[in-house]
């Protein structure tokens, strides 16, 4: 097993001369400074055909990235309106920006939407939250990153005409008074929401997982927390009683898609009147907020502000009706450490403790891993293990998982080190 690998990103194209002069040949800013204004023509194009992009429900059609069905919706989504996704890969701009004006180029037909969605990574590789663009204002960062990445998400009635999405352009701007709110710093923080259970087997979430029987992911009635396919970049604490099950953000929902409502007033997408920490469908079920509805116009039947995988519902928290939990929100994914184990043979490694589709293989021996989440099982009736270890393969990309069914010294649905302490939860 080798060392955690820094994947390369993908440099955005130029379209001026301007970056080769500026950021190729690495002309360095404080990242304490403020930025400055982008000299006349500055831009960078987002690759919207790029192979190592994650993309749900679109294609490329002519140029133009558009959505392949029309009829197509996340499960957990109303089921009269498409949704499409597109994330390029992460991409180096060669130097710190504050803050970025972005220019999407799309055709509308009645009733689409088409949303670019812009994310940065800091100094202390820490990405912020994802925001959402909004014609004439800046994206501001809530510190200079130089490594973004971008997100298109497109829809419209079912069945109808879809949006199409010719060009993407990023520029850096500064951030003047008629800048959105920045993204504010994810830090550590509690609320008590109502949670419900997802379930929806075999259906597929927003950001394009494939529903498994008792899956682990978590819900959140925005974007802005979504990660991306079998990444664990955005994480959630939940506790019901003394059970804890940190999660992956890999859905939208419940009720709405636009209430980020762990962010404060200033900073919050919509409904920024109510306290931070209240979702909207938890006003309008007890105190007849927007009229009792949610952003669609339906009726709010319960105050659910997240939505919890089968497995995360019953193994995780031992829930067996919706109930109040405590959600702790800026929980790092981050490697704290590593933990030796002996692996008694070769094994292939996956994206995610859920996924089939295998990324790489870890070596029979002595091996390093992070972190346990629970799974899907590997083993039979009588031998088998549901923990998967976080872990850096000897084949394929970092941060794969592989099942903690090949562990030397341990038994049946044990996590544990060569020295016998349990290895900790991601």
């Known amino acids: 097993m080798h060392a955690?690998?820094?994947?390369?990103?993908?440099?955005?194209?130029?379209?001026?001369?301007?970056?080769?002069?500026?950021?190729l040949q690495g002309v360095a800013q404080a990242r304490s400074a403020p930025e400055p204004a982008a000299p006349a023509g500055t831009s960078w194009s987002v690759d919207l055909a790029a192979p190592a992009a994650d993309s749900a429900n679109t294609v490329?059609?002519?140029?133009?990235?558009?959505?392949?069905?029309?009829?197509?919706?996340?499960?957990?989504?109303?089921?009269?309106?498409?949704?499409?996704?597109?994330?390029?890969?992460s991409s180096d701009l060669g130097r710190d920006v504050s803050a970025l004006a972005v220019d999407t180029t799309a055709t509308h037909p009645a009733g689409s939407t088409?949303?670019?969605?812009?994310?940065?990574?800091?100094?202390?590789?820490?990405?912020?939250?994802?925001?959402?663009?909004?014609?004439?204002?800046?994206?501001?960062?809530?510190?200079?990153?130089?490594?973004?990445?971008?997100r298109v998400v497109l829809g419209g009635p079912a069945g109808s005409a879809a949006p199409e999405v010719s060009a993407v352009r990023l520029s850096p701007a500064a951030t003047p008074l008629t800048a959105q709110p920045q993204t504010a710093p994810l830090t550590s923080v509690t609320y008590r929401v109502y949670a419900t259970r997802e379930g929806l087997v075999?259906?597929?979430?927003?950001?394009?997982?494939?529903?498994?029987?008792?899956?682990?992911?978590v819900a959140l009635p925005s974007r802005a927390l979504l990660d991306s396919l079998g990444s664990t970049t955005y994480q959630v604490r939940v506790c019901h009683g003394s059970a804890c099950e940190t999660a992956p953000i890999w859905d939208v929902g419940p009720w709405n898609t636009t209430d980020d409502y762990w962010n404060p007033a200033g900073v919050r997408?919509?409904?920024?009147?109510?306290?931070?920490?209240?979702?909207?469908?938890?006003?309008?079920?007890?105190?007849?907020?927007?009229?009792?509805?949610?952003q669609f116009g339906r009726a709010v039947s319960n105050p659910a502000g997240i939505d919890l995988a089968d497995g995360t519902f019953w193994d995780g928290l031992g829930m067996t009706d919706n109930d109040w939990v405590d959600v702790t929100f800026g929980v790092s994914s981050a490697p704290a450490g590593k933990y030796w184990a002996d692996t008694f043979a070769s094994a292939s490694v996956y994206a995610s403790p859920t996924s089939t589709a295998q990324t790489g293989t870890l070596y029979a021996g002595t091996n390093y891993v992070y972190c346990k989440a629970w799974g899907r099982m590997v083993g039979t009736s009588t031998s088998y293990n549901h923990w998967w270890l976080r872990t850096d393969?000897?084949?394929?990309?970092?941060?794969?998982?592989?099942?903690?069914?090949?562990?030397?010294?341990?038994?049946?649905?044990?996590?544990?080190?060569?020295?016998?302490?349990v290895i900790p939860d991601c």
């Open 4 to 23: 955690s690998r820094r994947r390369t990103p993908l440099i955005l194209t130029a379209l001026s001369a301007l970056l080769g002069s500026l950021a």
């Open 202 to 217: 075999g259906g597929t979430t927003a950001n394009g997982h494939v529903i498994a029987s008792r899956d682990h992911f």
């Open 114 to 150: 088409v949303e670019t969605d812009v994310r940065g990574l800091d100094a202390s590789g820490r990405w912020s939250q994802w925001t959402t663009a909004r014609a004439g204002s800046p994206v501001a960062f809530p510190a200079p990153v130089a490594t973004v990445q971008v």
């Open 269 to 294: 997408e919509s409904w920024g009147d109510l306290a931070q920490g209240t979702p909207e469908a938890q006003a309008a079920y007890q105190t007849g907020y927007n009229g009792g509805h949610d």
């Open 393 to 421: 393969p000897d084949v394929g990309p970092a941060g794969q998982y592989v099942s903690a069914y090949y562990l030397s010294k341990w038994g049946n649905d044990e996590a544990k080190d060569n020295n016998g302490t």
């Open 60 to 89: 490329l059609s002519d140029g133009r990235l558009t959505v392949r069905d029309t009829r197509s919706h996340p499960a957990a989504m109303p089921a009269d309106r498409s949704y499409a996704e597109y994330t390029a890969p």
